[in-house]
């Protein structure tokens, strides 16, 4: 009897995104298929994309030395994740932040868009951007709410000692990783201390730097930004519920697991069909229903 793939193996990924497992409360079905599916950037996608990387320059300080390697794009984000979570102490925010972590023994990362200090306590911060003029509906509320909570979660699994250094290079094995040759000359030249110029250096160093940071608060903010004006919208505060977080990822992960198929909306939820690009070929669970 032939074993069943789990949906990794299926798709073809070697790690689960926090997005992912968000967006599987808005539309599960939808998900895979964007999963699945080769896409073409869409305008408000590329507007999506500018609007985070004009707010991620505006505290960010990039490396300057080109990657040739994989190797060496790992490391760049390493780099870049330990002089952001360093920006924290002295300009009181960080943007841009890589987070690693293991949930039910899958490989699960995502890409904080903020971290602010207030009162002494570091706030998870999520941006988001919407159509001006449109209510955002509790559904999408909820998505963007699991999201953040799984940067939470991830961030305070790191700060905590929960996911170290040493778990993430057992999934990655970052010590059997060469960096480039111009990349290590150029790494030398912009005064990276030797010890640093390894991808395993470099992500020890970016772990110990989270694991020190101020403690984290309950209450999280999701911002939302109009599309078109980068104003915002609205602002969201919400605290941050470990159990009900716990509960929606053992459903979640059903999937992951290979446990069930991608599941449509349920029917009180097909208004969502009517904005979805799949809907009426690749999806046809509600189609004329």
Partial sequence: MAIRQ?????????????????????????MELYIKTP?????????????????KDEVFVPLRVEPETWPDRLYKTAYENYTS?????????????????????FRVSGQLDEIRLEGGKATVVEDKTVAGGVAVSEAKIRADSIQVSIYRMLL????????????????????????????QKGLSEIGV?????????????????????????????????????????STLRIQYDPDRLDEWIRYAMGYWRGER???????????????????????TAWYGG
């Avoid at 193996?9 to 409360?25: E, N």
């Avoid at 991608?262 to 097909?270: C, G, L, W």
């Fill in 261 to 283: 198929e991608a599941q449509p909306v349920s029917e009180v939820e097909k208004w969502k069909c009517g904005k979805c690009r799949f809907f009426g070929n690749k999806c």
């Fill in 85 to 105: 979570i360093s920006s924290l102490e002295g300009s009181g925010k960080c943007r841009e932040l890589r987070l690693y972590g293991s949930i039910n023994g």
């Fill in 39 to 55: 896409m073409t950037e869409t305008f408000e996608m590329r507007q999506g994309s500018q609007f985070h990387q004009i707010r």
């Fill in 156 to 183: 305070e699994d790191i700060r905590a000692g929960r996911y170290t250094f040493d778990n993430f290079d057992a999934g990655y094995a970052t010590g059997k990783m060469q960096l480039s040759e111009n990349f």
């Fill in 193 to 233: 201390r030797k010890e640093l110029i390894s991808v395993s250096g470099m992500y020890r160093a970016m772990f110990e730097k989270v694991a020190v940071m101020p403690q984290i608060g309950e209450s999280m903010e999701i911002r939302y930004f109009g599309r078109n004006t980068s104003e915002i919208v």
């Fill in 6 to 30: 789990n949906a990794l193996q299926r798709l073809g990924k070697t790690s689960i995104s926090a997005k992912d497992i968000a967006s599987q409360a808005w539309c599960e079905k939808q």
